[in-house]
């Protein structure tokens, strides 16, 4: 029996590619880098050598999964990636149904709209139509965002099926960005229910003071929560007046798009 599993272990590293293994880390270790790092950063951090990582980045960048910038000497993520990712969910062509109904949303109201959906433990941010305004909210796609106090992340866990819902719940620690913020299971699950029932979600200056943002889910043919779209305003221009036409407009739009995917309320 020893000599069995000896020999399965020693199969398993014949099978091995230590420079794909590196290649991996080197994508894991800049998705949490918006800005970028260097090449010296980036060995140091993967106890990689120079050889090495100069020859898996740059094979990265050829193959357009990065981007070099000549001025900072800095590597990034490009958007490939998150391509590849759309392409293999079900909602295979989920952005390309949300993104006129972002810039129409976005044209509406004027604020900055964007989408967005779940990801392993947080929300993922995915794309945007930039405000009219001259201060507008811009994020980077990719950017994660708190399910516990932000519009989009409300928007999608009061529409998760139960099961579904309690394994982000899990996973969550509800951290407090000021006195707004939700920091409890309970009052949280409260807040989900009256997300569900009035079909759109509020971010009340709950993570950043002086911006409110309005997110809604958008549905699946099954009426599961496939993303939210949301718009980002600063709370002198979001009046209350023009809060309210905002939420129906939200809400109107996350509807046309839960439509064209086949959503339709029982």
């Not at 099926?161 to 920091?183: A, D, E, G, K």
């Not at 009046?239 to 996350?254: C, F, M």
Request: charged fraction near 25%.
């Amino acid at each position: 029996m020893e000599n069995t599993e000896q020999s399965l272990e020693k199969t398993d590293d014949n099978y091995k590619v230590p420079n794909l293994e590196k290649g991996i880390a080197v994508i894991e270790y800049l998705s949490s880098r918006s800005e970028g790092e260097t090449l010296q950063a980036i060995k140091v951090a993967l106890d990689i050598s120079q050889t090495t990582a100069y020859r898996i980045l740059n094979t990265l960048v050829r193959l357009d999964y990065l981007s070099f910038d000549e001025d900072t000497k800095r590597y990034k993520l490009t958007r490939k990636l998150l391509t590849l990712g759309f392409r293999s969910l079900n909602e295979h062509n989920l952005l390309e149904t949300v993104l006129p109904h972002l810039r129409d949303l976005r044209d509406r109201v004027k604020e900055t709209a964007c989408f967005g959906v779940l990801g392993d433990e947080k929300g993922i941010f995915i794309e945007q139509a930039r405000g009219d305004h001259a201060f507008c909210f811009v994020l980077s796609p990719g950017k994660p965002f708190e399910l516990h106090c932000s519009a989009p992340g409300k928007a999608i866990m009061a529409y998760l099926p139960v099961t579904v819902r309690n394994r982000y719940l899990s996973y969550m620690t509800f951290p407090r960005y000021n006195s707004r913020t939700i920091t409890s299971r309970e009052v949280y699950l409260e807040e989900l229910e009256k997300v569900y029932q009035q079909g759109y979600a509020l971010d009340n200056e709950e993570e950043l003071s002086g911006v409110i943002c309005v997110g809604a889910p958008v549905l699946n043919y099954t009426g599961y929560p496939c993303g939210s779209i949301w718009i980002s305003g600063p709370k002198d221009r979001l009046t209350e007046e023009q809060l309210r036409s905002t939420v129906q407009i939200v809400k109107e739009i996350a509807g046309q798009i839960s439509a064209e995917l086949g959503y339709r309320r029982v």
